[in-house]
């Protein structure tokens, strides 16, 4: 298995479908792109934006985390 590389927050934030192409969103600590996902167009989805760390939104998000594993994951959030 290769290393994953380690991004920043500000680098994640910058993955917001804005201000770079990619949609990536954070859970505990892994990065995940969301580009692929038709709910992620445009970086938001419902009221969540791309570029962040979601841990804490989770619980309030009408499906599990399990939704993260159709998803690559693309590096880790460096706090």
């Not at 201000?19 to 505990?28: E, H, R, S």
């Not at 841990?55 to 985390?65: G, I, N, Q, R, V």
Request: with cysteine; aromatic share 12%.
């Amino acid at each position: 298995m290769r290393e994953l590389p380690k991004f920043s927050k500000f680098q994640l934030a910058l993955r917001n479908g804005i201000d770079q192409p990619q949609i990536w969103c954070a859970y505990k600590g892994k990065i995940y792109d969301v580009s692929s996902s038709r709910l992620w167009k445009d970086g938001k989805h419902y009221e969540h934006w791309a570029g962040q760390d979601l841990s804490d939104e989770l619980k309030d998000a009408p499906h599990t985390s399990e939704v993260f594993q159709k998803f690559e994951i693309v590096g880790i959030l460096d706090d």
